[in-house]
């Protein structure tokens, strides 16, 4: 673009807010914590308890180096938090260790938003199934100490005051589809899945160059009304 279109059209590169698609993101937050709760004198019936952060609010993250992203915070407001899996690694082959269903009392899983982010709170059944016991130690080891989430946007901003580098911001998140326990909160300091890298990458790549597709045109829209006011201006003066 000429510099005095990027000019024109400065006033359209902030708050341009737009609908999106199932995206995965990582945070480097390692909280997740395995909690023992049985009391003396009380059968052990192999349920233990793990709670974490699957997805925190403000935490910048860099995507494919190509523009940064966070999570604003009330961006779950509304949010459908029933009928979530948690599972190892995003790994949906597998059993899910426990289930948020309706997110209540009567689930083996329970998600809430608090000052921090989106909070897990499971319950997993060490004895009957020996991913989750497997999970549990790993926890308690501190061998895995992270969580992901996968979810959809319903509303994000994009701030293209750094055209080479831009900013985005999730303001609203309609669905939580399922959470992670994640050997890796973080990918070589991006939020990118070693798992899936490639597709995260891709997807990333398509998505910025989607909203710089936007934001060429918005531009072109401004510069042409820009013209029409200076045409009518000559013209009536």
């Avoid at 701030?159 to 985005?168: I, M, V």
């Avoid at 013209?227 to 009518?232: A, P, S, V």
């Amino acid at each position: 673009w000429e510099r005095k279109e990027k000019l024109m059209g400065k006033k359209n590169k902030k708050n341009q807010r737009s609908m999106c698609s199932k995206v995965e993101r990582r945070f480097n937050i390692p909280d997740i914590m395995a909690i023992e709760n049985r009391a003396e004198g009380v059968e052990d019936d192999g349920i233990r308890e793990v709670k974490g952060h699957a997805a925190v609010f403000g935490q910048t993250t860099s995507i494919g180096d190509w523009f940064d992203e966070t999570i604003e915070r009330g961006a779950f407001e509304g949010c459908d938090l029933t009928d979530v899996p948690l599972l190892t690694n995003h790994d949906f082959d597998k059993v899910p260790l426990a289930r948020s269903r309706r997110n209540n009392g009567s689930s083996t899983m329970t998600l809430s938003i608090d000052d921090k982010g989106l909070l897990i709170d499971a319950k997993l059944d060490t004895r009957n199934n020996p991913e989750a016991a497997a999970l549990y130690s790993a926890i308690s080891r501190g061998d895995v100490d992270g969580m992901s989430f996968c979810f959809v946007v319903a509303e994000d901003t994009w701030d293209w005051s750094d055209e080479d580098h831009p900013k985005r911001t999730i303001n609203k998140i309609s669905k939580v589809y399922e959470v992670s326990a994640v050997t890796f909160p973080a990918y070589e300091d991006t939020d990118i899945s070693a798992r899936s890298d490639k597709e995260a990458l891709d997807n990333a790549r398509q998505l910025l160059e989607s909203k710089r597709e936007e934001e060429r045109k918005a531009v072109e829209t401004a510069n042409e009304i820009e013209m029409l006011k200076i045409q009518n201006r000559i013209l009536g003066g």
